[in-house]
């Protein structure tokens, strides 16, 4: 069949495979580092319905459609769902999970720059999902 | 020659034909319909992101149903069925067997398509081409949602029928003086690409059945409110369709494997190790379908095991770039139509492919994940390697299809054409998805990055459009009025014979 030698693509192949398995182990190592979330971290309870969020603080003030948080601190969101699957996202800071039906999904995050971003939902979720947003503020005081 | 050009028969002769060159020309129609369908509904999504606000789509529920119809039509109107086309010109003849192993069923499972498309045109669905439950199953409007599930129903069944049909007739009918180790690599790409729709297929074929009885309320399978996990929906859907991602684009590296040295004239590097990769594709294939879920709260174990999953399934391709790199290598290149497509596709398969890498890696899919970059990322493989091989192998087999040839300075226009909308389209759908702007919406906030970004996307789709006016002009015309084709070597590549046998187009039955 193939009488020539086929060494070059023995070495092509060795060369991406150490390139995957760079790519693989470094991934591992940030996201284990990343999922870590400190224990200080202050609760917030995300809910996602059709076609809103609703936010709710350990101490038991609500918001609709904004969310109030202080820079420099740590944040725990523990996210769900009222109705279909939304995907809670403040792009930024690459703060993504599901709300999915029937679970509790967690993500954290700790703002490192005060301003104003956005929420959107990631998941189609019907109707308004491309209008399904909300407001993030990061307030500088230190209180 | 007994071309259909030369005696023209009438029409219910080819309909109700079963000889395998009748039903691949019912299937390569068909698969051109729903190109130029889902095409003209592709322009029309660009048109409306074009700026910011409601251009001329009404309302949101009328352009969520046309991205859901978009896809559900180019994936399996489309592109299987061109492949389905493909296969039944030439798996016989590779072969070198009369016909397909069972003709009959070859054309029940052609006839269960027009129904199928019927079903998903009219019903004109909502819950994108995934149907993620519980939204399909609680909130998507009937009777559309539930005329997608019986159309993609008879769908399933079809590729099912077809891929019992390729693997029978591969593996039962093949000549015996053909070992199976010397059977061209095209017949080896239906030969796998059969084999993984033969396992993967029915489990979403059961996830479908499931599906429509949680909508009928007879059970709660997906449905949260019934006890149901609608995450379980997810893994029966992806379990078979990342398999399917490969089910679409290995025969397209089959029709690479077939024009590359025809126009480098020039052997194949080595027939071993595209086997090799078409048969480690179709195992590691299976281990990766949850990359498509990292967002759902997986935990960190079960994203290391797809993430591991997904990049080995990276070797088998980066093997077919190299194959083909090195086949092209010191031969004398002859840049006809489909040359030039067959190279286009292989640079954008490469750049797809490093996309992917990056999608795999955990911390980066969640900046990717159900964004822009995402929906470049599938485009440049189902648009830039799927239907750039599609297109080249078209221009390649439209001799032997008609007896005549296409325009070369069209085909060539079409081509660049192509090209150049489909980088400016697709590249620049991967910068949008870094900037934050996510997939399946009518509408967006007038940030001013991505306005600029949507009209440069919008500007490209437009001349991928105006190359596919060209390209239908050109096969219309040339199919009645073209230039009689030289059916031994029809672009003078100068080797030996090598060309389709068109005596095989006659009917034995």
């Known amino acids: ?143 | 020659m007994t071309l259909e050009i030369q005696k023209p028969r009438p029409i219910w002769k080819i309909m109700f034909s079963t000889h395998h060159t009748d039903v691949g020309l019912l299937y390569l129609i068909t698969s051109l319909a729903a190109l130029f369908m889902g095409g003209t509904l592709a322009l029309a999504i660009r048109l409306e992101l074009f700026l910011p606000g409601s251009q001329f789509v009404s309302d949101s529920m009328t352009f969520n149903r046309m991205f859901t119809v978009h896809g559900t039509t180019l994936i399996f109107l489309f592109i299987l069925p061109f492949a389905s086309a493909v296969g039944n010109y030439l798996v016989p003849i590779m072969v070198r067997y009369k016909d397909m192993a069972y003709p009959k069923l070859n054309a029940i499972a052609y006839w269960m398509i027009p129904p199928a498309f019927a079903l998903i045109w009219l019903g004109f669905a909502d819950f994108t081409w995934n149907a993620y439950a519980p939204y399909s199953v609680t909130r998507a409007p009937g009777p559309a949602a539930d005329m997608w599930i019986f159309g993609l129903k008879l769908l399933g069944i079809s590729s099912i029928l077809g891929a019992i049909n390729f693997i029978v007739t591969i593996l039962k009918c093949k000549h015996p003086d053909l070992p199976l180790s010397k059977m061209p690599l095209l017949a080896w790409s239906y030969l796998t690409s059969s084999l993984i729709m033969l396992v993967a297929m029915p489990t979403f074929a059961a996830a479908l059945l499931m599906l429509l009885t949680d909508r009928l309320g007879l059970s709660g399978f997906f449905n949260p409110s019934m006890g149901g996990d609608p995450i379980a929906y997810q893994h029966l859907f992806w379990f078979t369709f990342h398999p399917e991602v490969y089910v679409l684009v290995i025969p397209a590296i089959g029709f690479m494997y077939d024009i590359i040295p025809r126009f480098s004239r020039k052997p194949i590097f080595s027939h071993v190790s595209g086997i090799a990769a078409f048969v480690l594709l179709s195992i590691v294939g299976f281990a990766s379908w949850a990359h498509h879920m990292y967002a759902t709260g997986m935990s960190f174990t079960e994203k290391t095991v797809f993430m591991i999953g997904t990049l080995s399934a990276v070797p088998a391709s980066a093997m077919h770039v190299f194959n083909f790199l090195a086949t092209m290598w010191g031969g004398r290149i002859k840049f006809t139509t489909p040359m030039m497509w067959a190279v286009g596709g292989i640079a954008l398969f490469f750049s797809a492919g490093a996309g992917g890498v990056v999608n795999s890696a955990m911390p980066l899919d969640f900046m990717t994940h159900d964004s822009y970059w995402v929906v470049g990322h599938f485009h440049l493989f189902v648009m830039g390697t799927i239907a750039f091989g599609s297109f080249g192998f078209l221009y390649y087999i439209f001799p032997y299809v008609t007896g005549r040839l296409y325009n070369e300075k069209l085909g060539k226009i079409h081509f660049v054409m192509s090209f150049i909308g489909t980088v400016m389209v697709f590249f620049t759908q991967h910068i949008l998805g870094l900037y934050g702007m996510p997939r399946r919406i009518y509408d967006y906030p007038p940030i001013p990055e991505w306005i600029a970004m949507n009209q440069f996307i919008t500007i490209g789709a437009m001349i991928i459009g105006i190359g596919m006016a060209i390209f239908l002009i050109n096969i219309i015309y040339s199919s009645g009025k073209g230039k009689e084709a030289n059916m031994d070597d029809p672009w003078n590549v100068g080797r030996e014979k090598y060309y389709y046998p068109y005596q095989s187009k006659t009917p034995h039955h």
């Open chain 1, 1 to 143: 069949m193939n009488t020539h030698s086929n060494w070059p693509e023995w070495i092509y192949v060795g060369v991406v495979v150490a390139l995957l398995i760079y790519v693989g182990a470094e991934a591992w190592n940030i996201e284990r580092i990343i999922e870590h979330i400190p224990s200080d971290a202050e609760i917030i309870q995300v809910t996602g319905q059709q076609w809103f969020w609703t936010f709710e603080h350990e101490d038991g003030t609500k918001e609709i459609g904004e969310l109030h948080l202080k820079k420099d601190h740590a944040y725990k969101f523990e996210v769900v769902s009222k109705d279909v699957i939304h995907s809670f996202n403040i792009h930024d800071y690459v703060v993504l999970v599901d709300a999915v039906p029937g679970r509790v999904n967690t993500v954290w995050f700790s703002p490192d720059e005060s301003g104003e971003f956005d929420i959107q939902c990631r998941e189609y979720c019907g109707l308004i999902h491309y209008n399904m947003r909300a407001k993030l503020y990061v307030d500088d005081d230190k209180s």
